[in-house]
């Protein structure tokens, strides 16, 4: 069965996430753009997600595993963040989160 990939949706929201540094935030919650993919892929393994976004981690025959490394790190210098959800025999859900401007 072919893998779908799906936009689920794209929202505004306050971040709510605590963040590493108080200082980061300032007094009043961020703003961010939420966007969502999800695919109805065969889901992520709970063994393995603590490490699919090491750099060079795959479980593919091909490719180099640094799709998702790279993308957190992206995601990441532009003040934002990536949570994954996923359910085997379901598929997954990509959010990314950036700083509203």
């Known amino acids: 069965m072919p893998v779908t990939y799906v936009m689920q949706r794209a929202w505004l929201c306050e971040d709510t996430a605590p963040a590493e540094d108080a200082s980061e935030r300032g007094p009043a919650p961020r703003r961010l753009v939420a966007v969502a993919v999800e695919d109805s892929g065969a889901g992520i393994d709970p063994a393995i997600m603590p490490k699919i976004f090491d750099p060079f981690f795959t479980q593919k ?3 180099t595993g640094l799709g998702l490394s790279i993308t957190q790190r992206i995601v990441d ?18 959010t990314v989160f950036l700083p509203a401007v």
């Open 61 to 63: 025959e091909t490719g």
């Open 77 to 94: 210098q532009h003040g934002g963040r990536l949570e994954v959800k996923s359910e085997l025999g379901t598929g997954s859900v990509f």
